[in-house]
């Protein structure tokens, strides 16, 4: 059953090869001799949508979106969000300053260009700003993101700020507020978990899953919900490397398009644009920012809003 408040969904646009799980250099010299599967498998994801009416977040790889211009536009035509994944895949973690800022201006200017719409949000590849890459955040800023879906306040091998909020913020950066969107999570005695999705929407049982988010969503911040169009995909090429690394990427692909359509029919979605325009004056009042003078966070604020930007 439909619940009142809606939540946000996202996908990263991204060929089956690029996963960071199964980075190196050699493989990384080979991606134009891959097949290519990132348009069937996401124009797979735009029909399911469709024809549930859903508007969602698609953060597109800048490398994808070059090679994919009418992937892109048809994202755009379709009433979606267009945000950006960064353009060649590389983990920030692997990056100097220098070498970020130009991958986020790169992507941002191909996406805008191909689309003729203003792109207003970033995640990073395999959500690497974490603690010592915290850097990027004011870069984002600079560079005119509004937005961040980065942070995931859990303690992981490859990324994760542990102790991050775990909700809707905005960031007072040395460069001026970005809104901070970290992929749902929840509290479970001493743990976060996570229950955004990628390999934790194939890993849990579904009921469970809808157990887990039924609890999230009743905590009143909106859920924030991930998935990767090659999840829905069983059938793309085994691509070698450790065991941990092929079990995360290869775990119940054959179930997430069955999932995907029962989250659809049990959750309401909009895109990541739409819930901050709901909850911004509250994720400013949670920050302290509503009872100080902070002209710089409530202006943005309220250009954000003023100019349509919240909305698909």
């Excluded at 790889?61 to 992937?71: D, E, I, M, P, T």
């Excluded at 303690?155 to 102790?163: A, I, L, V």
Aim: net charge positive; charged share 25%.
């Amino acid at each position: 059953m439909k619940r009142g408040r809606v939540h946000a969904l996202s996908f990263d646009v991204e060929e089956h090869f690029q996963v960071s799980a199964f980075w190196s250099d050699e493989r990384r010299s080979k991606w134009e001799t891959y097949e290519s599967r990132v348009e069937r498998n996401t124009e797979k994801i735009l029909d399911l949508l469709s024809r549930r009416g859903v508007r969602a977040t698609f953060f597109v790889l800048g490398w994808v979106a070059k090679r994919h211009r009418g992937l892109v536009r048809t994202i755009v035509d379709q009433g979606h969000e267009l945000a950006s994944h960064g353009y060649g895949h590389e983990l920030i973690t692997n990056q100097h300053p220098d070498q970020f800022r130009d991958d986020v201006r790169k992507s941002k200017q191909l996406l805008e260009d191909i689309a003729g719409v203003p792109v207003h949000g970033y995640r990073a590849p395999s959500f690497t700003i974490v603690a010592q890459t915290r850097w990027a955040l004011p870069i984002l800023v600079e560079e005119g993101y509004h937005y961040d879906s980065s942070i995931f306040p859990i303690r992981h091998d490859r990324y994760g700020m542990p102790g991050a909020l775990p909700y809707y913020h905005c960031i007072e950066t040395a460069s001026g507020p970005l809104w901070e969107v970290p992929p749902s999570t929840l509290k479970i005695g001493p743990l976060r978990i996570p229950i955004a999705g990628g390999g934790y929407f194939r890993l849990f049982p579904y009921p469970i899953l809808r157990r887990l988010l039924t609890i999230a969503e009743a905590k009143g911040d909106p859920l924030v919900m991930y998935l990767h169009p090659w999840e829905l995909d069983p059938e793309q090429p085994r691509m070698d490397g450790s065991w941990l690394s092929t079990v995360r990427h290869y775990l119940n692909l054959d179930k997430t398009e069955a999932r995907l359509k029962r989250l659809l029919a049990d959750f309401p979605f909009t895109t990541i644009r739409n819930t901050l325009d709901t909850v911004g004056q509250v994720c400013l009042k949670r920050a302290g920012f509503a009872n100080r003078s902070n002209v710089n966070v409530q202006d943005r604020a309220s250009r954000y809003r003023a100019t349509g930007n919240g909305h698909a």
